[in-house]
C-alpha cells in the first residue's frame, strides 16, 4: 500500500526516528537542568534551545559562559561544535539539493546528528528514492524528536537541579551517538573511518576551541576515502 | 546557596541570537547553495564517511574523560560505551543500542556505587 507516497516516507521516518525519544527527552532535560542552574530564564532557556536547536553546542556556550569566557570566544567554540552540521549539509546536497529552497532551508533547520544518520544511510540503501521522497523521510525523522527535545528542556527548565544524579543523563547522548553509528560499520574502510576518527580525537583534545573534533573528523573521512581507494583497487585487479 | 551566576540578559541574548543565525548558516551552506549540482567524486568520496568519522570524534573523549566524573575514567560509562556498540554492531539495531547502553550504565552503576 502506497509505497510512493511521500505520506508513507513520512511516517517510515518518524518509525525509524522513534527510538530517539529515549535521548532527545533526557538530554533536552539535562540541558534545560544546566541552563536553569547556569541562570537563565525559562525564555531564555527556551528561546535558545528552539532557535539553536543544537544539543552538544548549547552545552558548550553553556560551559564556556559559566567560566565567563569572553562572548566572541564562546560563540566561535559553540559554533566549531556544530560546525560537523556543515559537512552533513554537503553530504545531504547530493540527495537533497533538488528540493524547493524553502524545503531545504526547513531541513537545515532541523538538520542534527539523528536526522542526519537516518536519513543518509536510508538514502544509501536506497538509492531509487524521489527527491520528494527524502524530503518526507527526512521530515519525518525530527517529526518526533524535535518536540521531544523542546518539552525536555522545558521540564528540565521547570524541575532544575530536584533531577537526582543518579539518573545519569550526561550519558544519554555518548550511548546515543554510539548506538547510531555502530549500524553503520558495515564496511571496512567505514570501520577504519571510525577508529582514526577516535584515536585522533583522543589525541587531540587538547586543540582550543574544540577544533580537535573537526581535525579528528577530516582524519576519518580522509582514511575512510583513503581505505575505499585501495579495496577499490585490489577487487579491481582481481 | 542560590548562587546563580550573575548572567547579563544582553550577554546571554546576544549569544543565543548569535549562535541561532550562525547554526542556522552552518546547516543551511551546502544544502541551500550547491542545491543539485555534481560534487566531484574524490569528495563525495570523503562525504559518504561525515557519519562514521564525526560522531565517533564527538563521543569517544566523553566516554573516556565523563564530565560527570570530573574527568575520571569510569568504569560504568566505559563498559555501558562498550555493550552499546556491541550491540548495534551485531543487532545493526539503534534501539538495541541505547538500550543494551542504558541498561548496563544503570545496572553498573547500581552495583558499584
Known amino acids: 500500500m502506497g509505497r510512493t507516497t511521500s505520506k508513507w516516507h513520512f511516517w517510515k521516518g518518524m518509525r525509524d526516528g522513534a527510538p530517539f525519544i529515549l535521548v532527545a527527552a533526557p538530554f533536552g532535560m539535562l540541558f534545560g537542568v544546566l541552563a536553569t542552574e547556569a541562570g537563565f530564564k525559562l525564555l531564555e532557556t527556551m528561546t535558545f534551545t528552539m532557535s539553536v536547536f543544537a544539543g552538544a553546542s548549547q552545552f558548550t556556550a553553556l560551559q564556556l559562559m559559566q567560566e565567563s569566557a569572553p562572548t566572541i570566544i564562546v560563540l566561535i567554540s559553540a559554533l566549531a561544535v556544530t560546525l560537523r552540521v556543515a559537512m552533513y549539509s554537503a553530504s545531504l546536497a547530493p540527495y537533497l539539493g533538488a528540493a524547493p529552497l524553502w524545503q531545504r532551508a526547513c531541513a537545515a533547520y532541523l538538520l542534527v546528528d539523528q536526522s542526519y544518520a537516518l536519513s543518509v544511510s536510508r538514502f544509501e540503501t536506497h538509492p531509487d528514492m524521489t527527491t520528494s521522497q527524502r524530503m518526507a523521510y527526512f521530515f519525518g525523522t525530527t517529526g518526533l524528536i524535535a518536540p521531544i527535545w523542546y518539552l525536555g528542556s522545558l521540564f528540565g527548565a521547570l524541575m532544575g537541579s530536584r533531577i537526582p544524579e543518579a539518573w545519569a543523563l550526561d550519558f544519554a547522548m555518548p550511548v546515543a551517538f554510539l548506538a547510531m553509528v555502530a549500524p553503520m560499520l558495515r564496511t571496512l574502510p567505514h570501520l577504519i573511518a571510525a577508529l582514526i576518527a577516535s584515536i585522533v580525537a583522543l589525541l587531540a583534545v587538547g586543540i582550543p576551541f574544540n577544533l580537535g573534533l573537526i581535525v579528528a573528523g577530516f582524519c576519518g573521512m580522509m582514511a575512510g576515502a583513503q581505505a575505499e581507494l585501495v579495496m577499490g583497487r585490489r577487487k579491481g585487479q582481481t | ?113
Open chain 2, 1 to 113: 546557596m542560590n548562587a546563580t551566576p550573575g548572567l547579563d540578559p544582553v550577554t546571554v541574548w546576544i549569544v543565543i541570537i548569535g549562535m541561532a543565525v550562525g547554526s542556522f548558516a552552518l546547516r543551511f551552506v551546502f544544502l541551500g547553495i550547491i542545491g543539485d549540482r555534481p560534487l566531484p567524486p574524490w569528495l563525495l568520496r570523503h562525504l559518504r564517511y561525515t557519519a562514521v568519522a564525526i560522531l565517533p570524534a564527538l563521543v569517544v573523549p566523553l566516554v573516556v574523560w565523563p564530565a560527570a566524573t570530573g574527568g575520571e575514567p569510569d568504569v560504568p560509562r566505559l563498559v555501558a560505551a562498550l555493550a552499546t556498540v556491541v550491540a548495534g554492531v551485531l543487532t545493526r539495531s539503534v534501539i538495541a543500542g541505547i538500550l543494551a547502553g542504558a541498561v548496563t550504565l544503570f545496572a553498573l552503576l547500581y552495583l558499584l556505587v
